[in-house]
C-alpha cells in the first residue's frame, strides 16, 4: 500500500490527493491531506470574495473528495523546522512519499520610497481580513480614508475595489466575519482609483469580473477616455484575443457612457507608473509616472507626474512562494525547483519528494490550471512507485504524525473538528441574524473544533 501526505488541502492539493486516489495503476493508495490551517480549501476559503458565492462553492467538489474513504485531513498541522513544526525530514520518514501544494503565500513588493507607511497594505492582506483568515487581525482594518488607490489591474485588484465600493448591507448575506462588515459600514470611502501601469489591452482580469464594477447599485465605474487611448488597440479591438477584446470594449463603454456619478466612484486607470507613497507619519497619496508605450509591448516613462490623493492604499502586483524550511527554494522564481513535479535537490531528484500547485509553476493560471498540474505530478510519483515502496515507512504513520503534534502541545483538527467549525459558523451567524458568518481567530476555531461551541 502505498502512502502519501499531501501538504496543503487548497485545489492544487485536493486535486492531487483525488489524482492518486482515483487512478488504478497502483492500487490501494491512501493519501492524508495536511494543513497548517485547521479549516480546509486553502484560497478558495480565504481567498474568494465572500460575494462570489458561485466560485465559493468550489468548496462542495473539494469536499466530496475529501470525504473519500483513501484520504484523511488533518489540519493544525505546521510544517518546518521551527519548534512545534513537522519537518519535511520527518514527513520523508512517516510515508512514502510527499507532495507539497502550498501555493503562494506572500505578495510581491513595490520596491518604492514610502511602501510601508502606515495605511499602506498588501491586497493579500485586504482578502485576508475580510476572509476571516486567523493570522490576520479582526480589527485588522478600519477604513476612514477619503480616497483608496488599488495598484494593479488583475482580479484581485477588481475583488477589493468591489468589496470596498459595495454597502456593508450587500455584504450581510455572505459570510464575511463580523468585525470586517463592521468596519466596511462605517467606511468613509468615496473614491477608489485602480491603477495599472501599462493599457487596457495588458489588464488581467476577466471580463465577468470587470462587469461587476460596472453593476454596482451604490457606485460609478469611470474610465478616462484620453488616457486609455494610448494603448493602440483602444480604438481597433479586432487583432485581440476574446476575453482582452470584451474587457476593452467595457471600459470603452465606461469611457463614453460614464452617466451621472451615483454613491462611490471608481476610478479606472491606467499608464500611470508608482514611483513613491507620499505621506508625513501615514499615507496621504500615491505619486504616480505617466507611461507610453514602447512598441515592445511594455511601457516607458515620459518624466511626467500625477499625484492621486490617498489615505488607504493597496498593492495589488502578484503573489509569491514562501519557502519551507528544510525544502530547497529558488528565491527568484518563487518556487520549489522540480522536474515534472519531482523536487530537485542540487540538481538530482529527490527521492519521494514531490510538488504542485503554485509553490511548483508560480502564481499563475486559474483554480482549474491546478488539475493537470496536479496529474502531471501524480503521473511522475507513479512512474517512481516501485522505488517508493521498497522503502519500510511506519505501517501507521498517521499515528505517529498525532504523537509528534501532541509531543508539542499540538492536536491535530481532523474531519469531524472541520464538521464542528462550520456548525459553529453556522450558529454564530444565527445568533447575529444572519446567515453562516466565518469565525475570524485561531483560539475561536480551534474552540469549535473541539466542541466548545
Known amino acids: 500500500?502505498?502512502?502519501?501526505?499531501?501538504?496543503?488541502?487548497?485545489?492544487?492539493?485536493?486535486?492531487?490527493?483525488?489524482?492518486?486516489?482515483?487512478?488504478?495503476?497502483?492500487?490501494?493508495?491512501?493519501?492524508?491531506?495536511?494543513?497548517?490551517?485547521?479549516?480546509?480549501?486553502?484560497?478558495?476559503?480565504?481567498?474568494?470574495?465572500?460575494?462570489?458565492?458561485?466560485?465559493?462553492?468550489?468548496?462542495?467538489?473539494?469536499?466530496?473528495?475529501?470525504?473519500?474513504?483513501?484520504?484523511?485531513?488533518?489540519?493544525?498541522?505546521?510544517?518546518?523546522?521551527?519548534?512545534?513544526?513537522?519537518?519535511?525530514?520527518?514527513?520523508?520518514?512517516?510515508?512514502?512519499?510527499?507532495?507539497?501544494?502550498?501555493?503562494?503565500?506572500?505578495?510581491?513588493?513595490?520596491?518604492?520610497?514610502?511602501?510601508?507607511l502606515p495605511g499602506s497594505f498588501s491586497a493579500t492582506d485586504f482578502v485576508s481580513w475580510y476572509s476571516a483568515h486567523p493570522d490576520s487581525p479582526p480589527d485588522g482594518f478600519a477604513l476612514p480614508a477619503r480616497s483608496a488607490v488599488v495598484i494593479g489591474v488583475g482580479n484581485v485588484a477588481v475583488d477589493v475595489a468591489r468589496v470596498l465600493a459595495r454597502g456593508a448591507d450587500e455584504l450581510a448575506p455572505t459570510d464575511v466575519p463580523h468585525a470586517a462588515l463592521a468596519a466596511l459600514a462605517e467606511s468613509r470611502v468615496t473614491d477608489i482609483h485602480m491603477v495599472g501601469r501599462r493599457g487596457p489591452a495588458q489588464a488581467k482580469f476577466t471580463t465577468k469580473e470587470l462587469r461587476e464594477l460596472g453593476a454596482l447599485p451604490g457606485a460609478s465605474a469611470l474610465v478616462r477616455a484620453e488616457e486609455a487611448a494610448l494603448d493602440p488597440a483602444w480604438d481597433d479591438t479586432s487583432g485581440l484575443p476574446g476575453i482582452t477584446r470584451r474587457n476593452v470594449e467595457v471600459l470603452r463603454g465606461w469611457a463614453r457612457e460614464p452617466g451621472p456619478a451615483r454613491g462611490r466612484r471608481i476610478h479606472v486607470r491606467f499608464f500611470l507608473r508608482p514611483v513613491a507613497l507620499l505621506g508625513d507619519g501615514a499615507v496621504q497619496a500615491v505619486r504616480f509616472e505617466r507611461t507610453v508605450p514602447d512598441g515592445a509591448g511594455g511601457v516607458r516613462g515620459t518624466g511626467e507626474f500625477e499625484d492621486i490623493e490617498a489615505q488607504l492604499v493597496l498593492r495589488s502586483v502578484g503573489y509569491r512562494g514562501v519557502p519551507i524550511a528544510g525544502l530547497p527554494f529558488d528565491a527568484?522564481?518563487?518556487?520549489?525547483?522540480?522536474?515534472?513535479?519531482?523536487?530537485?535537490?542540487?540538481?538530482?531528484?529527490?527521492?519521494?519528494?514531490?510538488?504542485?500547485?503554485?509553490?511548483?509553476?508560480?502564481?499563475?493560471?486559474?483554480?482549474?490550471?491546478?488539475?493537470?498540474?496536479?496529474?502531471?505530478?501524480?503521473?511522475?510519483?507513479?512512474?517512481?512507485?516501485?522505488?517508493?515502496?521498497?522503502?519500510?515507512?511506519?505501517?501507521?504513520p498517521r499515528a505517529a504524525l498525532r504523537a509528534a503534534l501532541r509531543a508539542t502541545g499540538a492536536e491535530p483538527v481532523e474531519w469531524p473538528g472541520w464538521l464542528g467549525i462550520e456548525a459553529a459558523e453556522t450558529e454564530l451567524g444565527r445568533s447575529l441574524g444572519r446567515r453562516t458568518v466565518k469565525i475570524p481567530d485561531w483560539e475561536g476555531l480551534l474552540v469549535a473544533a473541539r466542541g466548545g461551541g
Open 1 to 116: 500500500m502505498l502512502r502519501v501526505a499531501v501538504v496543503g488541502s487548497g485545489p492544487s492539493g485536493v486535486f492531487t490527493a483525488q489524482a492518486l486516489v482515483q487512478q488504478e495503476t497502483v492500487p490501494g493508495v491512501t493519501v492524508d491531506v495536511l494543513d497548517r490551517l485547521p479549516c480546509p480549501y486553502g484560497l478558495v476559503r480565504y481567498g474568494v470574495a465572500p460575494d462570489h458565492e458561485k466560485i465559493k462553492s468550489l468548496q462542495n467538489t473539494l469536499r466530496t473528495s475529501l470525504e473519500h474513504p483513501g484520504i484523511t485531513f488533518l489540519g493544525n498541522v505546521p510544517v518546518g523546522e521551527a519548534p512545534g513544526e513537522i519537518a519535511p525530514g520527518r514527513l520523508r520518514e512517516l510515508y512514502h512519499a510527499v507532495v507539497y501544494c502550498v501555493g503562494a503565500a506572500s505578495a510581491r513588493r513595490l520596491g518604492i520610497p514610502g511602501e510601508d
Open 332 to 396: 527568484a522564481s518563487g518556487t520549489v525547483p522540480h522536474a515534472a513535479g519531482r523536487v530537485l535537490r542540487d540538481g538530482a531528484p529527490s527521492p519521494g519528494e514531490y510538488v504542485a500547485g503554485w509553490i511548483k509553476r508560480g502564481p499563475t493560471g486559474v483554480i482549474g490550471t491546478n488539475r493537470p498540474c496536479a496529474k502531471e505530478t501524480v503521473h511522475s510519483l507513479l512512474a517512481d512507485a516501485g522505488p517508493l515502496l521498497a522503502r519500510r515507512p511506519p505501517d501507521d
